[in-house]
């Protein structure tokens, strides 16, 4: 998985997302080509390789079934 499938299949599943809106990214001060992804077990990790914001670094996970961030 890639972040930008994973960003077309979050949006397909829940539209009303904004946690990909350019308005939101650039709040943070974020870009798509900042994150990157990887298997976490029942989940999917969008990890940021490099911090933005503030030293902001955290990941985000999104269940594998449902594509709703869970929190770890």
Do not use: Q
């Not at 009303?16 to 992804?37: K, L, Y």
């Amino acid at each position: 998985m890639t972040p930008s499938k994973l960003k077309a299949a979050i949006l397909a599943a829940w539209p009303e997302s904004h946690f990909f809106d350019r308005a939101t990214m650039r709040f943070w001060g974020d870009t798509m080509a900042n994150f990157g992804c990887r298997d976490a077990g029942d989940a999917w990790e969008l990890y940021r390789k490099r911090p933005i914001t503030d030293g902001i670094a955290h990941s985000h996970f999104f269940d594998k079934k449902t594509l709703r961030e869970v929190y770890r």
